[in-house]
């Protein structure tokens, strides 16, 4: 892990930081880096709820006025069980940009055009949080999977690496644990990425703490692990099988001239 320093993990919505490489967000935490989760994706909707957005509701099983502290109370359960520290920002989630994303198709799509201005806000909101980071390692989404706002945050990740940060990218999980996973994750790494990929290997205590902080999100396991089975058993697969056998998690180096909004 190197020094303690504070290192910044930014999570497009709420789970994606645990799902993703909880194990090192423990380990960082108990080396007393203090790292610090930032959901970029956590405000309120921006107007009425489409029709979309009601769907992903009722596939979460929670009413429209309860989604919000739902999700937050899972993050905050999350977020103990790596001893990490962790805020939102008040930008909406996709599916709450009125109706530029009204299917799975679409959101997994082409970043809107009305989004084109959103890294930019996304680094003014994120401004306080490196101000208060005390080494410059921040750590993105690599994006396997193609969902809009994953792809905008690794841009942001893109961005950080050209003003001088040290960005990493992990490798979106479940989606890279899909049975097209492996060649979707070194396929994302060629655009995303300007060198060879970092190993962290991972105690079992550690592995154990991200599968607890994912089985915080209640609402969310139905459906992100619909097609791979038991949460916590799929997280300890695709942990050992990187590592060939022994739990590690993967991160890329995000290069300032990489193309990471493709």
Known sequence: MGS???ALFLAPHYDDVALSCGGTVAALAGAGARPLIVTCFGGE???PLSD?????HARWGLAPDEVLRARRAEESCAASALGAEHRWLDLPDAIYRGERYRSDEELFGEVHPDDAGLPGALLA????CLDGVDATVCYVPLAVGG???HRIVCDVGRRL???GHQVWAYEDF?????PTGRKAVLTRARVVSDGQPRIEVLSAERLERRVRAILCYRSQLP?????QGDPAESTRSYARTVGGGVPVERFWPVGDTASSSR
């Not at 979309?52 to 992903?56: D, E, H, P, T, Y």
């Not at 459906?223 to 097609?227: E, G, K």
């Open 125 to 128: 909101a994120l401004a306080p």
């Open 52 to 56: 979309f957005a009601r769907f992903q």
């Open 147 to 149: 969902h809009v706002d």
């Open 174 to 178: 479940p989606y890279a644990g899909d």
């Open 161 to 163: 690496a050209r003003a």
């Open 45 to 47: 909707p921006a107007g």
């Open 223 to 227: 459906v992100i692990f619909r097609h």
């Open 4 to 6: 303690p320093g504070r």
